[in-house]
Structures are given as structure tokens and as C-alpha cells.
């Protein structure tokens, strides 16, 4: 089968090649799925560079989210059949046209849902749920200031925001991307390269300051002169491309908690979180409360897969990059 395979740190989307490789075989507890679709994140454009924090063991096949058709189960597995339509993450592996993955790290698409919205709300969704609910605790009336509000955990947490009645204010790098973010329930939009825009904010909040600040960038520092006092700023990446060293008498000041979420250790230190979070998402998903957004134009074939990752990392998308295999896929 085809895939694209990392054997040596490479410096950038561009350097990578698809490799013909065996079509792996799932172990005792694995589905080996067929790959209809594939979700593209910026930390792939890390990882290949071995500078993510997780750091795979070379040579190893890129991609964490992937969507296809169940071609094989175990003999134990009762949840899953041939056939069925699954999406699913992994470490690594997304990027190839089979994929073997755990059983447990993957659910049944629902039937409202396409192979290329599936693809990428594996991550997405999950992430912004955890951050806003069980982190943030937002609650009907709070103000939530979204960064990246256009881009794939900015779109689900501005879905999300609404969905649960707050007022939700969505920041980006550039205004060509406000229609978007209006058209998932932002109520207003900014851009924070403004000069101005924590004064913008504080202006919509009537000088109270946002109550959630929701961070994928990393602009915790600059978010403390408009968070509301009691704010809660959750920490969900570094998308800027710096770790910030924050003034904490700032924090200290407003009586702000700032917090971090990382979606993918729940597994390892909250499992019983998890399926409280996607019973959440599935009833909002199927109350049409949240719906994911693809980018278009979708991204064709193993090749283009450096494409998508250029994309991404140039901010050029908005919600999720997906790349379609299937049409290229035998076995």
C-alpha cells in the first residue's frame, strides 16, 4: 500500500515522499480500516521534524485522524463489523490507505456525518469540549473570547460556546476569515492583529472583559488585559510557533485561573471522562447543535498531503484540511 513514511527528521511539509509499504496487520483488540479520509493538523508539520512533544520512533507513517470502512475485526471485538463506517485517531499511521488501530480509539460515523467531515473531528471536538466544560466550566450568559476561531478546534469551540448559550467572540488573523467564523454562531468578530483588539473586546463586553479566553495560539499574555475578573484562560496550543512566559501578577491581579488542556492524556489519567464527553458531542451533533466544517477545496491523494500541511501551516484553511484517499486505495 501507499503511504507517506517519515525515515529521517525532515525540515518541512515539502521533504516528505509517499513510500510503498505492507499492509499492516491488526493485532489481537485492532480493526484494520480502510482509509477513506484523512484529518490534517498542524503538529504533523512538528512531528516530521521531531520537534513535537511526541516524538514516534523513526520510520515511522504520519497521521493522527483518519475516517474509512472496517475491513477487518477481531474475533473478541463485538462493537464493530466488516463494513462499518468508523472514524478513529492514532499516533501515528492516519496517512496511508490502511490503517490497524485499537478498537477502543474509534466510533462508528454517524449517518449525518460524511467520510470528510468525520476525518477530522476526532481531535477537534473532543479538545474544545474538554477545555470549555470541564475545564472552563462555561455557563449559559459567560463571554468567550475563541482564538483561531477559524481554524479546526477554533470552529468547534465556537459551535460548542453557542451551543451551551454563551456570548461568543471570534479572533483571527485576518478578516477574510470573519464570515466563516459569523456563519458557525460567532456573534462578533475581531482581528488580533489590531493594535486595538483587547480594547475592542472589552468595548463588546461592556468594559467587563471576556470570562473565557480559548487559546490555540498563544496569547495568554496580551488576553489579560481583557479577561473579566474571575476569567478562566484556557491554554490549547502554541500555533504562533513560542511558549509565552506570562506576567503572573496579571493573574494574580484579576484573580484569573489559567489552564491547560491536552485531550489525548485523558485516556492515560481521566478514561472515565471520556465517554461522558462523547456522549455530549454526539447529542449536540445530532440536535444539529454542531456540525464540522471542511475546508475547500478537500485535498486529492497521498501527494497533495504536503500540500494540505503548507496550507495549514501558512494559515490558508479554516476549519478542518482533509485529505480524500479513497479513490485511491486497493488492497
Known sequence: MRAIVVKSWLKGPGDMEVSDIPVPVAKD???????DSAGVNFFD??????????KPALPFTLGAEFSGTVVQISPSDTRFAVGDRVFGSNVTGAYAEYIAVPSIHCFPIPSALSFEQAAGIYITYPTSYAGLVLKAKVQRGDWVLVHAAAGGVGIAAVQIAKALGAHVIAATG????????????ADHCINYHDADWTNQVLKLTDGKGADIVYDPVGKVEESLKCVAWNGRIVVVGFAAGAIEKVATNRILLKNVAVTGVYWGAYALNE???????WDALFKLAEDGL????????????LGQVK????AIAHRETYGKAVVKLSEYSKL
Not at 45 to 54: D, E, F, P, S
Not at 174 to 185: A, L, N, T
Not at 290 to 301: A, C, K
Not at 307 to 310: F, H, M, R, S
Open 307 to 310: 500540500d494540505a500541511l503548507k
Open 45 to 54: 508539520v512538528l512531528m516530521i521534524a521531531g520537534k513535537y512533544q511526541i
Open 271 to 277: 478514561p472515565e471522562r471520556i465517554p461522558e464527553v
Open 29 to 35: 483488540g485492532e480493526l484494520l480500516v480502510k482509509v
Open 174 to 185: 485576518s478578516k477574510d476569515k470573519f464570515d466563516i467564523c459569523r456563519q458557525q454562531g
Open 290 to 301: 454542531i456540525r464540522p466544517v471542511v475546508f475547500q477545496p478537500i485535498f486529492h491523494g
